[in-house]
């Protein structure tokens, strides 16, 4: 399963990096010469057994009322300013443990900014392209996000 993900995942990087049409056979041929043009994000639990998020992504809502959830973050500082991925186990998991995200930037004077938000497997390693235009996450099989 890992390397058909994988497979997918360097096709829609080539894609997503350089514009182009990528079959998804074609990335077999040509393992990850898009990786180069992305930053990889890989969250990991940060918060355990919460009712709020600390960072303030995410409100007592998107929690389970009685279990909370945990929370998973990815960070990249950048000139632009701090590029939060947190992935959020409460209300609103799957039994396939794909559960809600959200790619945030905290810019240097301090705003919280939303850029994209979706579903995407727990933990799951996701790429970010060095323009900032495009997320791409697991959904069991690649996911493009057009960023704002």
């Avoid at 007592?60 to 909370?68: E, T, V």
């Avoid at 933990?123 to 996450?137: E, S």
């Amino acid at each position: 399963m890992k390397m058909i993900f994988n497979t997918l995942l360097v096709a829609a990087l080539a894609s997503a990096a350089f514009g182009l049409a990528v079959p998804s056979s074609a990335g077999a041929q040509q393992p990850g010469q898009a990786f180069h043009d992305s930053y990889e994000l890989t969250p990991v639990l940060v918060h355990d057994h919460v009712h709020s998020d600390p960072d303030g992504i995410w409100t007592p809502s998107d929690f389970d009322p009685k279990l909370g959830g945990m929370i998973y973050v990815a960070r990249l500082d950048t000139p632009k300013g701090q590029w939060i991925l947190s992935e959020n186990t409460g209300a609103s998991c799957g039994l396939n443990s794909v559960c809600s995200f959200k790619l945030m930037l905290r810019k240097p004077d301090g705003t919280l900014i939303e850029k994209v938000g979706g579903e995407a497997l727990v933990g799951a390693m996701a790429f970010l392209t060095r323009d900032f235009k495009t997320l791409i996450t697991d959904d069991n099989g690649p996911v493009q996000h057009g960023i704002q």
